[in-house]
């Protein structure tokens, strides 16, 4: 076994790649693009050494061309759920006494394959799968899970030099063991990096895990798998397994081995994770780490010192790309009385602007939502709108499912701050807007703090530097990650830790070392050099 204290290499960004006309990388993507396309995937459970494949098949099919097929997932039944706990377990030993360094060797090489040969597939699949126009599926699938890849193995160094004081006669040190048991990774649709981070950052610490990625997902979920293997991860640390959610979580849940979740998802969803742990907790040999990153409601507040252009930008920006479907998207704004009708110029102007369609067209800033519930959803509330007193829609409105799920991004007006579609998170390309009076600037600061039951991101334009403090301490706790002059989405791994509280999740902090601690067990271990022999302290001495 080598030996020395090993430094990895240090943690760089990945560079966005333009895609700019006549550019290789697009050629490449969109060659890839048509390939994929054109070729039916099959993808099976991954179960220790084995591909599994039950017969039980779910199609997979384009957000933004529901009747094309490119290709099909196999469902798991509960047997399965407890094969790949078994096996989990089984690989669970060797895998946590591999040195650290060689596990960091598997994962830095992924994210190396990602940056190189497997980029241009790891982004069309996602343009394939999601629906995501190419800028933010190169920001998402590429970039952001190097980043996850590349600065995780540097928090892991980070974490394992954090050592206690010794001195000459006794020495201390912390050992940062990974969990009893196994984890449990649950992944949304919505970013791939986030579904190659949660089963990765965990294994990376030594755990072994049952992965459980979103079926909207599973198309994009292959091409990780596909890397994590290239780069040598060996058989039974990440299990992969699809189907009913319900039935793999409870067959997860009832096992004593269940050593933690590490869950991106909707909050009704990670409620209902805490009940069933709470319901299992004396089946445990641990109390189960529970890390989730749930729901937003996240805000757009301008000043009315802010620069309209600014704003303006940031509501297109933070509240349409990828269709809203992110859980930092900004979907309610509030905006000063005296700024309104320049903004709403130029709102107007940069709406009229916007395409929507399919991905492969690169003109395209809008493409499709994820499924029919989701269209469907989306579409009652326009419909709402459309028939409430206090609700007027300014832009957009229309919505088309003939051929792909499209909801055109809607700008909705309300004269109620607390109307609907300002407290309840719909997860799509619609934003509501509230104008308030100027010199209601403070109070109106406690009613978006008050608003909305989440507080993931949030975001302040203002040129006034008393008005930016002012806000960024009211909203203090409205908002896990605040931004100042600037769009509330787009957290950047190593430099915008990204969670959010109450109830958008445990704020654990994905792209930094305070996530990655979650997965260890910390153990302190004294040595003492000269053993005391004699019991009698010196005061028994009189």
Same mark, same amino acid.
């Given at each position: 076994?080598?030996?020395?204290?090993?430094?990895?290499?240090?943690?760089?960004?990945?560079?966005?790649?333009?895609?700019?006309?006549?550019?290789?990388?697009?050629?490449?993507?969109?060659?890839?693009?048509?390939?994929?396309?054109?070729e039916k995937i099959d993808m099976p459970l991954y179960i220790g050494a084995e591909e599994v494949r039950t017969g039980n098949l779910r199609e997979m099919r384009p957000p933004h061309d529901h009747q094309h097929v490119v290709g099909h997932y196999h469902k798991a039944e509960k047997k399965h759920v407890e094969q790949a706990i078994a096996a989990a377990l089984s690989a669970k030993n060797d895998w946590e006494n591999l040195p650290w360094e060689q596990r960091a060797g598997i994962f830095l090489k992924a994210a190396?394959?990602?940056?190189?040969?497997?980029?241009?597939?790891?982004?069309?699949?996602?343009?394939?799968?999601?629906?995501?126009? !190419?800028?933010?599926?190169?920001?998402?699938?590429?970039?952001?899970?190097?980043?996850?890849?590349?600065?995780?193995?540097?928090?892991?160094?980070?974490?394992?030099?954090?050592?206690?004081?010794?001195?000459?006669?006794?020495?201390?040190?912390?050992?940062?063991?990974?969990?009893?048991?196994?984890?449990?990774?649950?992944?949304?649709?919505?970013?791939?990096?986030?579904?190659?981070?949660?089963?990765?950052?965990?294994?990376?610490?030594?755990?072994?895990?049952?992965?459980?990625?979103?079926?909207?997902?599973?198309?994009?979920?292959?091409?990780?798998?596909?890397?994590?293997?290239?780069?040598?991860?060996?058989?039974?640390?990440?299990?992969?397994?699809?189907?009913?959610?319900?039935?793999?979580?409870?067959?997860?849940?009832?096992?004593?081995?269940?050593?933690?979740?590490?869950?991106?998802?909707?909050?009704?969803?990670?409620?209902?994770?805490?009940?069933?742990?709470?319901?299992?907790?004396?089946?445990?040999?641990?109390?189960?780490?529970?890390?989730?990153?749930?729901?937003?409601?996240?805000?757009?507040?301008?000043?009315?010192?802010?620069?309209?252009?600014?704003?303006?930008?940031?509501?297109?920006?933070?509240?349409?790309?990828?269709?809203?479907?992110?859980?930092?998207?900004?979907?309610?704004?509030?905006?000063?009385?005296?700024?309104?009708?320049?903004?709403?110029?130029?709102?107007?102007?940069?709406?009229?602007?916007?395409?929507?369609?399919?991905?492969?067209?690169?003109?395209?800033?809008?493409?499709?939502?994820?499924?029919?519930?989701?269209?469907?959803?989306?579409?009652?509330?326009?419909?709402?709108?459309?028939?409430?007193?206090?609700?007027?829609?300014?832009?957009?409105?229309?919505?088309?499912?003939?051929?792909?799920?499209?909801?055109?991004?809607?700008?909705?007006?309300?004269?109620?701050?607390?109307?609907?579609?300002?407290?309840?998170?719909?997860?799509?390309?619609?934003?509501?807007?509230?104008?308030?009076?100027?010199?209601?600037?403070?109070?109106?600061?406690?009613?978006?703090?008050?608003?909305?039951?989440?507080?993931?991101?949030?975001?302040?334009?203002?040129?006034?530097?008393?008005?930016?403090?002012?806000?960024?301490?009211?909203?203090?706790?409205?908002?896990?990650?605040?931004?100042?002059?600037?769009?509330?989405?787009?957290?950047?791994?190593?430099?915008?830790?990204?969670?959010?509280? +109450?109830?958008?999740?445990?704020?654990?902090?994905?792209?930094?070392?305070?996530?990655?601690? +979650?997965?260890?067990?910390? +153990?302190? !271990?004294?040595?003492?050099?000269?053993?005391?022999?004699?019991?009698?302290?010196?005061?028994?001495?009189?």
């Amino acid at each position: 076994m080598l030996k020395g204290f090993f430094n990895v290499p240090t943690a760089v960004n990945e560079p966005v790649k333009t895609y700019k006309p006549g550019s290789p990388e697009k050629e490449a993507v969109l060659a890839e693009y048509k390939r994929m396309w054109n070729e039916k995937i099959d993808m099976p459970l991954y179960i220790g050494a084995e591909e599994v494949r039950t017969g039980n098949l779910r199609e997979m099919r384009p957000p933004h061309d529901h009747q094309h097929v490119v290709g099909h997932y196999h469902k798991a039944e509960k047997k399965h759920v407890e094969q790949a706990i078994a096996a989990a377990l089984s690989a669970k030993n060797d895998w946590e006494n591999l040195p650290w360094e060689q596990r960091a060797g598997i994962f830095l090489k992924a994210a190396e394959l990602i940056a190189g040969p497997y980029r241009a597939k790891m982004n069309a699949a996602t343009m394939i799968a999601q629906s995501k126009n !190419i800028f933010q599926a190169e920001i998402d699938a590429a970039c952001e899970l190097i980043d996850f890849l590349r600065y995780n193995v540097e928090f892991m160094t980070q974490i394992y030099q954090d050592q206690p004081k010794s001195t000459s006669d006794m020495w201390n040190r912390t050992e940062y063991r990974p969990l009893e048991g196994f984890v449990y990774a649950v992944t949304p649709f919505n970013f791939t990096a986030i579904a190659g981070n949660l089963p990765s950052c965990a294994a990376l610490m030594g755990n072994t895990v049952v992965w459980k990625p979103a079926d909207t997902q599973a198309f994009s979920a292959k091409v990780i798998i596909d890397v994590f293997k290239e780069a040598g991860l060996p058989d039974g640390v990440i299990n992969v397994v699809m189907g009913d959610a319900a039935m793999i979580s409870e067959t997860v849940y009832a096992s004593p081995d269940f050593a933690g979740i590490h869950f991106t998802g909707s909050t009704g969803v990670f409620k209902d994770i805490f009940r069933h742990i709470g319901a299992n907790i004396d089946v445990y040999k641990t109390y189960p780490r529970i890390v989730g990153e749930t729901g937003g409601k996240d805000f757009i507040v301008a000043h009315p010192s802010a620069n309209v252009r600014q704003v303006v930008t940031g509501i297109v920006r933070g509240a349409f790309e990828f269709q809203g479907q992110k859980c930092s998207a900004a979907s309610r704004a509030y905006l000063p009385k005296s700024l309104w009708p320049a903004i709403k110029e130029e709102l107007m102007k940069d709406m009229a602007t916007l395409k929507m369609g399919s991905p492969e067209d690169f003109s395209n800033f809008i493409t499709a939502v994820i499924h029919e519930n989701s269209f469907d959803k989306l579409a009652s509330y326009i419909e709402q709108a459309k028939k409430d007193a206090d609700a007027e829609i300014i832009a957009g409105g229309g919505y088309d499912k003939s051929k792909g799920w499209f909801i055109e991004p809607t700008v909705i007006v309300t004269t109620n701050p607390k109307y609907k579609t300002m407290e309840t998170e719909l997860f799509g390309p619609i934003i509501t807007i509230y104008i308030y009076e100027d010199k209601d600037w403070k109070s109106m600061l406690d009613l978006v703090d008050t608003t909305s039951p989440y507080a993931l991101t949030g975001a302040i334009f203002a040129r006034e530097r008393y008005a930016i403090n002012e806000a960024t301490h009211a909203l203090r706790n409205a908002a896990g990650n605040f931004y100042i002059n600037d769009k509330p989405t787009g957290a950047v791994v190593g430099m915008q830790p990204f969670g959010g509280a +109450r109830g958008s999740g445990t704020n654990d902090k994905a792209g930094s070392a305070q996530n990655l601690l +979650r997965w260890v067990s910390p +153990r302190t !271990i004294k040595e003492t050099f000269v053993t005391p022999a004699d019991y009698r302290y010196p005061f028994l001495g009189e």
